[in-house]
C-alpha cells in the first residue's frame, strides 16, 4: 500500500484566495482525520470523520474551512476565503478504527501570502 | 495551561549518547500513551505505545509512564544519527470517541 497521500506538497496562495487540499486514505481505514500543524499551536485536530460520516469538527477553526469525503478513498479540505494566519502544515491521517494507530501522509505545507 | 507539556528542545547530543525526552501532562484520564517521530517534511510515524504505567522497550527505544507523577518519558539508548527527528508526545483517556492530544515536539539532533 502506497500509505495515505497528500497534494498537494506545497501551496502557495494570496490571501482572499480559495485553498482546496486532497487526501486519499489508506484502503481499508474506515477513520480519516485532518490536522494541523504550526510552531505555535503544534498539532491540532480539525475533524474526523467515520465510514465518510463526520463525527467531531469541533476543532475547525471557523466557518471558512470546510472538509468533505464523498467516498471511502477521497477527502478534501477547503479554506474560503484564505487568510496569513491559515499558513501551516496540513496533515491527513487514518486508522483502520478510531482507537487504533494514525498513519499519517506527507502533508501540504500551506503559504498564504 | 496545556493539558500536555513537552520540552520542545532543540536537543543535540553526540552519537552513541542515551537520549531522554519527556512530557507531563494534567488530565488523570489519559491511560493511552505514544511517541510519534516525524522526520523533517514528513509526516508523524508512531514509534511507542504504553498502556497506564510501567515501561516498554523496543530495541534501542524504552517507554516509561509514572502516572503518579503525570510524566512519561523515551529513552533512545546508542542514539544514531538516523534518530535526529523531532518526537512528539500523544496521549488519550480510555473514551472510545477521544482523540489523542499531541505535545508540541522536542527536536532532536544527533551527531555524528
Known amino acids: 500500500d502506497a500509505g495515505v497521500i497528500q497534494s498537494p506538497r506545497h501551496e502557495v496562495t494570496e490571501m482572499g484566495q480559495e485553498v482546496t487540499l486532497r487526501c486519499k486514505p489508506i484502503s481499508g481505514h474506515d477513520y480519516l482525520f485532518w490536522y494541523r500543524q504550526t510552531m505555535m499551536r503544534g498539532l491540532e485536530l480539525l475533524i474526523y470523520f467515520n465510514n465518510n460520516v463526520p463525527i467531531d469538527d469541533s476543532g475547525m477553526p471557523e466557518d471558512r474551512f470546510s472538509a468533505k469525503m464523498p467516498n471511502a478513498s477521497f477527502s478534501t479540505l477547503k479554506i474560503q476565503p484564505s487568510e496569513p494566519r491559515d499558513s501551516a502544515v496540513y496533515f491527513c491521517?487514518?486508522?483502520?478504527?478510531?482507537?487504533?494507530?494514525?498513519?499519517f501522509g506527507s502533508g501540504t505545507q500551506l503559504s498564504v501570502l | 495551561q496545556k493539558e500536555v507539556e513537552q520540552d520542545p528542545g532543540p536537543l543535540s547530543v553526540p552519537e552513541g549518547a542515551i537520549v531522554s525526552l519527556n512530557c507531563t501532562y494534567s488530565?488523570?484520564?489519559?491511560?493511552?500513551f505514544m511517541w510519534y517521530r516525524q522526520y523533517s517534511r514528513k509526516g508523524p510515524e508512531l514509534l511507542m505505545y504504553?498502556?497506564?504505567?510501567g515501561n516498554k522497550e523496543d530495541g534501542r527505544f524504552t517507554a516509561q509512564v509514572d502516572k503518579s507523577s503525570k510524566y512519561i518519558s523515551l529513552f533512545i539508548r546508542d542514539s544514531q544519527p538516523s534518530d535526529s527527528a523531532t518526537y512528539l508526545c500523544?496521549?488519550?483517556?480510555?473514551?472510545?470517541?477521544?482523540?489523542?492530544?499531541f505535545g508540541s515536539g522536542t527536536q532532536l539532533t544527533v551527531l555524528p
Open positions: 500523544a496521549m488519550r483517556d480510555s473514551g472510545s470517541a477521544r482523540q489523542l492530544t
Open positions: 504504553t498502556y497506564s504505567s
Open positions: 491521517a487514518s486508522s483502520p478504527a478510531i482507537n487504533e494507530k494514525l498513519f
Open positions: 488530565n488523570s484520564a489519559f491511560q493511552y
